[in-house]
């Protein structure tokens, strides 16, 4: 169940980022023996979101995202390589049967999000670090287009952020601070720990956790609860605005019977001590342009 977990959140997170900028799949049966490859992605936006960083570029063709919960092993590689190769197959009978070469960049790069791995794992597969990349990635032989990302020897800049919150311990901790501290209107930021708090109370609905799970819950508990009363902090103030424009909607018709629609909607926007203002004011008006004129001065 915790691993379902695990994998759930991850995929539900890959799909948040990359949803406006192109087709995602998740959970994608393959073959007969059904092979579910976690995210096939392939970009339709000109444009990928550049605060994405390094998500970003993964995501500038098409690709296979397999992101592991534990470190993966070489019989998990091979296993995400028979996936991409099976979907190599389908791409060069579909090519085939509308007479048309596959082309390159229509093949998906297998990128394997792991925790952690060892240096033997990386040998086993020929893997080769690229300086245009960072520390970090590994790049199988070219033939392959596949790629391991080593999460917890990511750099822990901006541009890594979106991948180490899917990694373990430390690595993820870290993140979360550093998601912490973004502006309230990062483009991210709110999606992002919807996401990790609905992992942490179905982690919490569990009948036995990880010390890891346990960390992980009581991180996001301050968060979460600071979120919690920011959220009824706004509640309250948009019902005491609606109340204060009600107020003052009813006065004016009382004054000066029905409001045309526009400005009505204007004064339903109106701030709190706008409303204060103009509920002040309103006793001055002799007609409805003197309302209209405070209006487009307010």
Known sequence: MTRFLWDKFSKDYLETFLASSGDVKTSLDVTAETQEIDVYFRPTSPKIPPELGLLGKLA????????????????????????LLTVREQLQREAHRNQQPL???N???????????SQRIITAFSALNHPDWGEGIYFLPPALTTS??????LPETPE??????????????????????????????????????N????????????QEERKFI????????????????????????KEASKLVLRQLKRRFGELPPHITETIQKLAVEQLEYLGEALLDFDSQADLINWLNQA
């Open 160 to 197: 890594t952020l979106w991948l180490r919150l899917l990694g373990r311990g430390g690595t993820r901790s870290r993140a979360i601070d550093e998601l912490e501290a973004l502006s309230s209107n990062h483009p991210f930021k709110s999606a992002s720990l919807k996401l990790l708090y």
């Open 199 to 210: 992992l942490s109370r179905n982690l919490q609905a569990l009948p036995k956790r990880t």
């Open 218 to 241: 009581m991180r996001l508990a301050p968060l979460y609860e600071q979120d919690r009363e920011k959220a009824i902090q706004q509640g309250e103030a948009i019902g005491l605005q």
């Open 60 to 83: 500038q063709t098409p690709c296979l995202l397999e992101p592991y919960r534990n470190p993966v092993t070489i019989e998990g590689i091979l296993a995400c390589l028979s996936k």
């Open 107 to 117: 093949i998906p790069r297998l990128w394997i999000l792991t925790p952690t791995a």
């Open 103 to 105: 082309l390159a960049e």
């Open 148 to 153: 391991l990302i080593v999460l917890h020897q």
